[in-house]
């Protein structure tokens, strides 16, 4: 029974943030903004490459994992240790709702990543990341974009 009210209650926050795409180049502006180019050593093209792999640029995207906790936004962070759901226990390392993680202005998505990044891990803490961009070139994701 507690499963099918979660089930439902993430059904309900998906209804609620319709599916929002945003555009390659729209997000590579939006990441040189919030200034993530160059942050902890990471270009934009890693940005770019990790929200393709983990959302393909979806602002609203929520997963479900096997544990019972949930991934949100556009990097897919995860409810168990950077925002709280109130579905589950969490660490809400970020000290945001992870309903602020499906904005598409990405401010709290962004702050949140900062601080997941600047970890010992870095970008490795997202497993997509590593499986799929780490180590490869990556100079293509900013291919006819401009950032003016």
């Known amino acids: 029974m507690t499963r099918a009210l979660l089930v439902s209650l993430v059904s309900c926050l998906l209804a609620l943030h319709q599916a929002r795409i945003i555009q390659r180049c729209d997000m590579a502006k939006l990441l040189y903004k919030e200034d993530l180019h160059g942050f902890e050593g990471y270009t934009l093209n890693d940005w770019l490459c990790l929200a ?26 995860n409810s168990h240790y950077w925002c709280n759901d ?7 390392l970020c000290q945001t709702d992870c309903t602020e993680l499906l ?17 010992e891990s870095g970008l ?13 070139p990556l100079s293509y994701w900013m291919t006819g974009c401009s950032l003016a």
């Open 52 to 77: 393709f792999v983990e959302s393909k640029f979806n602002t609203s995207k929520i997963s479900e994992n096997a544990d019972g906790s949930f991934d949100y936004g556009v990097f897919q962070i």
């Open 86 to 92: 109130y579905l589950s226990h969490s660490e809400n």
């Open 103 to 119: 904005n598409p202005d990405l401010l709290s998505t962004v702050n949140c990543a900062k601080k997941i990044v600047s970890g």
């Open 124 to 136: 490795n803490n997202w497993i997509n990341w590593k499986l799929h961009c780490s180590g490869r």
